[in-house]
């Protein structure tokens, strides 16, 4: 069951519309993924699926902003000692995870774009 909650929220599995709906409204709502809100697309084409993958991206979104400041604010006593290296290398791991949650809600908008047709 949890393997299968897995892959239905975080797969980017092709969405399941219930209704017809405007495929540009409904990628744009998806959109709002890029500011922690993925799923309302999906949620506005009536997949079922979409407060699943709403609920899971605030949580990764939440989760990874926590953790970049926890990680930031220890690697400023640590620079000190190696000279900048251990800000240098949280700055970059924080870069490509926003890279990555930037590029999830595009993807995730033009499936959904495409399904829609």
Do not use: H, Y
């Not at 797969?11 to 890029?34: C, I």
């Not at 799923?39 to 990764?60: E, H, Q, T, Y």
């Not at 604010?73 to 000279?83: D, G, Q, R, Y």
């Amino acid at each position: 069951m949890i393997k299968r909650f897995f892959l239905s929220a975080f797969s980017l599995a092709s969405p399941q519309p219930r209704r017809r709906v405007n495929p540009f409204l409904a990628a744009l709502l998806e959109l709002l993924g890029l500011v922690g809100f993925l799923g309302l697309g999906r949620m506005f084409a009536g997949d079922p699926n979409g407060s699943k993958v709403l609920g899971s991206w605030l949580g990764i979104c939440i989760g990874l902003i926590v953790s970049s400041a926890i990680a930031f604010l220890l690697s400023i006593p640590a620079s000190l000692v190696t000279f900048g290296l251990a800000s240098f290398v949280v700055s970059a791991g924080i870069g490509i995870g926003v890279t990555i949650l930037s590029l999830v809600p595009l993807i995730s908008a033009f499936r959904l774009f495409i399904a829609l047709i």
